[in-house]
């Protein structure tokens, strides 16, 4: 649309869109009314939010200076709205275990952090183009990188766009493990004939390749929000009695594998933790959330869902801002100026009050006993972290692998808190 090539500014059918379809084809035949069910159920914050959100960006579609690009847009909101509304209705519905999600997303990240580190080491794509990897190397244009000593390091991608993202997703896998971790018993047999020890090991190696491959992302946004997510989850699990001793050995165990860190990439990773404003990453964020300010003000119904890289760069916003090369002609790096600047104030309020609503019901279910407390807890740290991460960058509403993580914990959350006894709207 703009002379570039940028997810958010294409059309793409990915193969996750086949699998979503065939999840939620699955479920019809399991539960011919699950839709009809999962809406009626909604708590009645999440519902009008998430209607509100919707109606705006159906309405932006009048005002869209790319009718297609709006389209787009729009079905990608729709298909992901199907989608958490899909997993709720799997879990809250008992057709599929909570811990299966958690588990795949586990699995995943392991995967992930392992191609992260491959790539680190030969810094440079290891031939997985067919499974989405960039084409990488430190002297790729494009490709995300850091200066240390003078020298350029690529940061680890595995197979999604950008390190940024990378580390969001191993940062949902770490907490999905986490569960894993919290739920076992303290000292009976975790497998048949088997040890605590035995699973203490399978999983603090699990635990360290997760924590590896977000080292090298060397996302600093990512390594702020994991570590308070992290100690946020360990005190919400100490505040389970059941689960107190684990959370305990949680923390020693998180400790340890950041001194051992840090012991191996700390060449590494102190130099790139030094933060500064004239920074390129910070001087254009804090630009683009001055585009998305200015676009606001201008534009209060929004300038068109998915179009607002076209629009500023139409209207010459970006060279007002000193911006005038392609490659920085990116969307305002914060979620909820981003929605407000495409959809509206008004759908950014529905996109706030319904996520903001879903925290909500996840931290009173938390206060409440009842079957799955832990894995609330778990749920509710990773949107928190996820919305967190949403202040920084982009990703959660612009990139399919952004959106699909978003959609997919706000469903996991959801399908937890109706999986329970209803509670006053």
Known sequence: MTSGFDEYESFFLYASDIAILLFL???TMKEARWLPRII????????LGGALLLLAAGASLVVAPSLPLALYGFARLLFGVFFALGLAAAISGKHVPTAFFFGSLAVSGVFQALLAFLQFKAQGSVGLSLLGEPLLGPRIGGAAKIIVEGGALLRGYGTLPHPNVLAAFLLVAFLALSCFWLRRPG????????APLRSDIVLGVTFFVLATGMALTFSRAGWLVAACATALLAVGAFF?????????????????MLMLLTS?????????????????????RLRYNDLGVE??????????????????VLRGRYFDLGMKERWQWQPVHNIYLLTAAEIGLLGALGFVVMLGAALWYG?????????????VVVAT???????????????????????????????????????KERMPS
Do not use: C
Request: net charge positive; charged share 15%.
């Open 381 to 419: 740290t990773t949107l928190l972290a996820l919305l967190a991460l949403g202040f920084a960058d982009h990703y959660l509403w612009t990139l399919q692998s952004g959106r699909l993580l978003l959609w997919s914990v706000l469903g996991i959350l959801v399908g937890l808190v109706l999986k």
């Open 40 to 47: 009626g159920a909604l708590p009645r914050a999440v519902m």
């Open 25 to 27: 084809a699955l479920l």
């Open 295 to 312: 676009l606001v003000k201008r534009n209060p119904l929004g300038v068109g869902i998915g179009n607002q890289v076209l629009y500023a």
């Open 264 to 284: 191996m990439l700390g060449w590494a990773i102190f130099p790139r933790a030094t933060l500064s404003r004239g920074e390129p990453a910070v001087a254009y």
């Open 363 to 375: 931290v009173s279910r938390f206060l409440y006993r009842g079957a799955e407390r832990l894995e």
């Open 187 to 194: 000292i009976k047999k975790i497998w048949h004939g088997g």
């Open 240 to 256: 389970l009695k059941e689960y107190r001793i684990q959370a305990v050995r949680y923390v020693v165990l998180v400790v340890a």
